[in-house]
C-alpha cells in the first residue's frame, strides 16, 4: 500500500478549500473579501489560520487492500483528507476546525475499466462503501464517506487516470470520453478536432465528465444546451452487478432512457467509467451587451420574452440590484442584464439586433455602439470580454476562490440554486429574499441582504439562484458557523421548495438536499429508485446516504447537516 506518495496524476489541491495548493488571492481580491467582513457592524472577527496535514490525527485505516489491488491504494495523509469532503461552505469550514471525522480508509486510484470492476467486486465481498471521486467538488455533501456504522470501512474511488478522449467521430460530431477528464483537459483534446463539449460549469477546472453526468451538472451557457442531459448521447457504466452500455442514437422513443437513469445518480448506481457526447463546432462569432433596467419586473419579462423568442441566447444573465452591486457591475438600483450570443455557423447581427429590440421594449438601457462592436468574429475584438460582461464574468470564476479567507474570518457566505415556472417566479423570487432575511436574522442575530441572479432560462421559466452573507462567529469560534449554516441551509431547503421550486437545478441532491428532495419527489418514485439500486447494487456498496439510501439499509441524512 502507497504511504508515501500520492498516486494522483494531478497538480497538488488545496485539500482544505478550493483550488490549486499553490494559488493565492490578489492583494485587491485579499482587500475585497476582508471589507466585506467588515459589514456586520462587530468588530474584526479572529481569523483562524488555515490547517496544514499535521493538524490532522487521521484514525488508522480499518481495511487493507488484496495483494492484486495495493499498487492503486493509497493511504496518505494528503490523499485521505483530499477526499474526505467535497466544497461546500460546511465542508470548508469543517476543514478549518481540523474536524474530518470520516475519512475514507484508502483512495483507490483505477487506471483501467478492470481495475473499476475489480475494486467493486472486492468491496461487495468485503462490504466496504465505495465513493465514486470525479474532482471533489460537490457542494450537496455528494462524496463524504459518512456512510453509518454497518459497513467494514470506505474507499475513494478516484477514476482521474482515466482521462482521455478515446474516439471522435466527426461526422457525427461526438466523441468517447472517459470519465474522469477534467473540463480543461477535455476540452484540449478536443481543441485540435475544431471542437468543443460546450460545458462550462464554475467548476471547470477541477470538475469532471462523470461527475457532470452523475450530478446532471449545469454548465455557463443560458439556454438550449444548459445541462449535461443535453450532450449525453450513451454512457458505459460499472455497477457491482455487471457492465451496462447504453446505444449510440440522436434520439430515441424505445421505452425509459437507460441513460437518464444514470445521469443524475451521483453514483449510487454505478461507476460512470466513459460516455459518447455530443460536441459543437467551436464558435467563431461571437456577441454581447449589458443591459440595465430600472427595476426588476421589467428586466424579468424582457428575459421571459427572450426565452421564449427561439433566438436561444448564449448567455442570458440577470442579476438583481443586490447581485449587481456586490459583483460590481451596478449601483444597486439597476438589474442588469449580461447578454451574449455565439455561433459556429453565422454572423450574430439579426439576432442581437432583434434581442435588444426585445429588451427595449421592455424598458432595457445599454450602448448600441458597444454591442455592435462586439460582433467581431471569435478572437477579433477584446470587447466581448470587457464592461460588464466581462467583470461579471472574472466575478463568477473567481468567486469559489474568495470562500476559504470568508471561512477564516468567520463570515457565512453561501448559495442556494431552484427552478419555478414564469407565473410563479415573483411569489418566489419575493418570498425567498423575504424569508430567508428573516431566517437569517433570527439565527444570526442581524438584517441580510439577499441577491438573486438567472443561471439558465427556459421558456417556461427561470433558475433563479440566491445568494447571502451573514456572520457565522464574532470570536473564532468555527463551530458556531457551522451550527448557524446548518439552520440556514435546512431553512431555505424547505422555503425554496415550499414556494414550488426545486430544491436544487444544478447543485445536485447529495446528502445537503436530500430532506428537500425527499419533499418534491414522489414516494413511490423514490421506492422504484431503490428497487433499482438493489438490482445494479445489491450489497448496497455504492455512495449511501446520497440522494436515497440502500433498500434495508438506513443510513439517512448524515454529513454536514449530520
Not at 462503501?129 to 475513494?156: H, K, L, N, Q
Not at 427561439?310 to 444573465?317: A, E, F, I
Request: aromatic residues 8%; contains cysteine.
Amino acid at each position: 500500500m502507497a504511504q508515501s506518495a500520492t498516486l494522483s496524476r494531478r497538480r497538488p489541491l488545496r485539500f482544505y478549500g478550493w483550488g490549486y495548493a499553490d494559488e493565492t488571492l490578489s492583494p485587491e481580491e485579499d482587500a475585497r473579501v476582508r471589507g466585506a467582513a467588515q459589514r456586520f457592524g462587530r468588530g474584526a472577527p479572529g481569523e483562524v489560520s488555515a490547517p496544514v496535514e499535521r493538524d490532522f490525527d487521521l484514525p488508522a485505516p480499518r481495511i487493507a487492500a488484496p495483494s492484486a489491488l495495493q499498487a492503486m491504494v493509497s493511504a496518505t495523509p494528503y490523499d485521505r483528507l483530499t477526499h474526505s469532503l467535497g466544497k461546500s461552505f460546511a465542508d470548508i469550514v469543517r476543514m478549518f476546525m481540523r474536524d474530518v471525522s470520516h475519512p475514507p480508509d484508502l483512495v483507490v486510484f483505477p487506471k483501467t475499466e478492470e481495475d473499476v470492476i475489480a475494486v467493486l467486486d472486492w468491496a461487495a465481498g468485503a462490504n466496504l462503501a465505495v465513493i465514486p471521486f470525479g474532482g471533489g467538488t460537490s457542494v450537496a455533501g455528494g462524496v463524504e464517506p459518512d456512510v453509518g456504522d454497518s459497513y467494514a470501512g470506505t474507499v475513494s474511488l478516484d477514476l482521474q487516470h482515466l482521462h482521455k478522449v478515446l474516439e471522435i467521430d466527426r461526422t457525427s460530431r461526438a466523441a468517447r470520453i472517459q470519465a474522469g477528464a477534467l473540463g480543461p483537459e477535455l476540452e484540449d483534446q478536443l481543441r485540435p478536432h475544431g471542437l468543443t463539449l460546450r460545458h462550462f460549469p464554475q467548476s471547470l477546472q477541477h470538475s469532471t465528465l462523470g461527475g457532470w453526468i452523475a450530478t446532471r451538472s449545469g454548465g455557463h451557457y443560458a439556454s438550449l444546451y444548459t445541462h449535461i442531459d443535453d450532450f449525453v448521447e450513451s454512457t458505459r457504466t460499472v455497477t457491482p452487478a455487471g457492465v451496462m452500455e447504453t446505444r449510440r442514437l440522436p434520439g430515441s422513443g424505445a421505452g425509459p432512457s437507460p441513460d437518464r437513469l444514470i445521469i443524475g445518480s451521483e453514483g449510487t448506481l454505478g461507476v460512470i467509467v466513459e460516455a459518447w457526447m455530443r460536441l459543437q463546432d467551436r464558435p467563431t462569432h461571437q456577441g454581447s451587451a449589458a443591459v440595465a433596467f430600472g427595476d426588476m419586473a421589467s428586466a424579468v419579462a424582457a428575459v421571459r420574452a427572450l426565452s421564449q423568442s427561439g433566438l436561444y441566447p448564449t448567455n442570458c444573465r440577470l442579476l438583481d440590484p443586490a447581485e449587481a452591486r456586490n459583483n460590481g457591475v451596478g449601483d444597486g438600483a439597476t438589474a442588469m442584464l449580461v447578454l451574449g450570443f455565439e455561433s459556429a455557423d453565422h454572423p450574430l447581427d439579426a439576432w442581437m439586433n432583434r434581442a435588444l429590440e426585445l429588451v427595449a421594449d421592455h424598458g432595457g438601457r445599454y450602448d448600441k455602439a458597444a454591442a455592435e462592436r462586439s460582433l467581431a468574429p471569435a478572437g477579433g475584438g477584446a470587447e466581448h470580454r470587457q464592461g460588464a460582461a466581462g467583470q461579471w464574468r472574472n466575478a463568477f470564476i473567481r468567486m469559489p476562490y474568495y470562500r476559504d479567507l470568508s471561512v477564516a474570518l468567520g463570515v457565512i457566505t453561501d448559495t442556494f440554486e431552484t427552478a419555478i415556472t414564469w407565473d410563479r417566479f415573483e411569489a418566489l423570487y419575493e418570498g425567498v429574499r423575504a424569508r430567508t432575511a428573516a431566517a437569517i436574522g433570527e439565527i444570526c442575530g442581524h438584517e441580510a441582504g439577499v441577491s438573486c441572479r438567472f443561471t439558465h432560462i427556459y421558456p417556461d421559466g427561470p433558475a433563479p439562484y440566491f445568494s447571502y452573507s451573514a456572520l457565522g462567529t464574532a470570536d473564532g469560534r468555527l463551530a458556531d458557523s457551522l451550527a448557524r449554516w446548518r439552520e440556514i441551509k435546512e431553512a431555505t431547503n424547505e422555503i425554496v421548495v415550499s414556494l414550488g421550486g426545486t430544491v436544487t437545478h444544478h447543485h445536485a441532491v447529495g446528502r445537503d438536499h436530500r430532506s428537500g428532495y425527499e419533499r418534491q419527489s414522489p414516494p413511490l418514485f423514490r421506492t422504484a429508485l431503490t428497487a433499482a439500486k438493489q438490482a445494479l447494487d445489491p450489497a448496497g456498496v455504492l455512495n449511501p446516504g446520497v440522494l436515497i439510501d440502500p433498500a434495508d439499509r438506513p443510513v439517512g441524512i448524515r454529513g454536514a447537516l449530520g
